[in-house]
């Protein structure tokens, strides 16, 4: 069986999760993608519909979100500043701090949002603080709706966001589509 591998050993699979070798398919720990319980189920889901014949739609990995459950919670939802360059990118980054009015005795989090210099388009968005996880899971539907850096107003598709997210999310927008300070 004629399968690619990476550097690190991991096998190289097109968006369908098929190997080069017709009819194999690899998903999970096996392939380049995030480790994590529900993305491998994606992925095997995709790869069994493929192979029923079944029509697919890629994995798109920036789309998922990574929760790390610790105290301040970790979120991040797209490409890193790092992994944005890799992939050729002009960047602006942009980072803020934000409370959240639920936990006022909680310390302030910080918020990055990482931006195509060129496009306006939001490349990825990285919490960290109290309610990590649902203030990205708050800004990935809003993504979902206008994913370009100067959309983000209170009455645009941000409206549907949490106040403390809105604001900081809004400032960064503006300054990483026009290259000022937030």
């Not at 697919?56 to 979120?75: F, G, K, N, S």
């Not at 936990?103 to 990055?112: F, Q, S, V, Y």
């Not at 990482?114 to 990935?140: E, N, R």
């Amino acid at each position: 069986v004629a399968v690619v591998h990476d550097r690190q050993g991991r096998l190289q699979v097109d968006g369908a999760m098929q190997t080069p070798q017709p009819g194999v398919y690899a998903i999970g720990d096996l392939v380049p993608s995030p480790r994590r319980p529900h993305v491998a189920r994606y992925e095997g889901m995709v790869a069994a519909d493929h192979a029923a014949a079944k029509p697919v739609a890629p994995v798109r990995y920036q789309r998922i979100p990574l929760i790390t459950p610790t105290r301040p919670e970790i979120a991040a939802l797209g490409l890193s500043e790092p992994a944005a360059r890799q992939a050729g990118y002009r960047i602006r980054c942009r980072v803020a701090r934000f409370a959240d009015p639920e936990r006022p005795t909680e310390r302030w989090g910080r918020l990055m949002v990482v931006g195509d210099a060129d496009s306006g388009s939001v490349l990825g968005l990285h919490l960290v603080g109290s309610h990590a996880a649902d203030l990205l899971t708050d800004a990935s539907a809003a993504l979902g709706f206008a994913a370009d850096l100067r959309a983000w107003s209170p009455t645009g598709s941000g409206g549907i966001l949490r106040p403390e997210l809105r604001r900081a999310l809004r400032d960064l927008g503006r300054a990483a589509a026009t290259g000022g300070s937030p």
